[in-house]
């Protein structure tokens, strides 16, 4: 791996690990079109460009570490434990899932449920506005939802967003708890693959990590803050017409 491909990677990663579009659908494509295989050093350069994407969120919410943000973080951990659960009594079926159609076809379900639940959103039905005011009830039930980001080509934010709008937050409150979900689920994911893959770190070019690392970083705090202000103004809409269409070029180019 070179430079100039370690900043589209970057890019990539930091662009939509937040986004309901499915980083590691597009982090498969983007790789094969870059002519990258799934050597040793490319997983260990996703694993840090993953610790970028924490990294930002972390300096993103650095406000939130405080002693009274305790019920919120339980809150985010009773939502994490549903995937950690599932997750590791599975993981072995869940690695065997993964195929170019899988991945096409989840896309083009979500986004289909996605444009389903914007034709149905009601503002008046969706009064949570703020992360500390959801409930036991609706962080069990958005946890629940991310499951199905186990599927390859679902999405964890994708799923995580859906089930808040399902379980009554508002869409700007729906991706802030999606961020912040975002900590256990991702510290969990590359603290395993960093131990399974630690020695592969010792081959890898410095610099290349490095640059991916900060364009990630950058990329991932920058798409967070931008994505709740076009929330602000939009809806989830494009987001699932994007997905149908990403996962009908996928069908047509891969199959």
Known sequence: MDIFQSVILGIVEGFTEFLPISSTGHMIVVSSWLGLNQSVSVKAFEVIIQLAAILAVIFNYKDK???????????????????AIVGFIFRHQIK?????????????????????????????????????????????????????????GTSRAGSTIVGALLAG??????????????????????????????????GSNVWVLLVGFVTAFVVALLTMRVFLRFLERFTFTAFGVYRVIFGLLLLCFYL
């Not at 508002?170 to 693959?193: C, H, Q, T």
């Open 65 to 83: 570490f405080q002693p009274k943000y305790i019920p919120l973080w339980i809150k985010i951990f009773i939502a994490f434990l549903p995937l």
């Open 96 to 152: 065997e899932l993964f195929s170019v159609e899988i991945v096409a076809v989840m896309f083009i379900v979500g986004g289909i449920i996605f444009i389903i639940i914007e034709k149905f959103y009601d503002p008046q039905k969706h009064t949570t506005t703020r992360v500390e005011d959801v409930s036991v009830k609706q962080a069990l039930a958005i946890g629940i939802a991310q499951v199905f980001a186990l599927i390859p």
């Open 169 to 202: 937050l508002d869409r700007k409150a729906s991706a802030e708890f999606s961020f912040l979900l975002a900590l256990p689920v991702m510290f969990a994911a590359s603290g395993y693959d960093m131990l399974k893959h630690y020695h592969d770190f010792a």
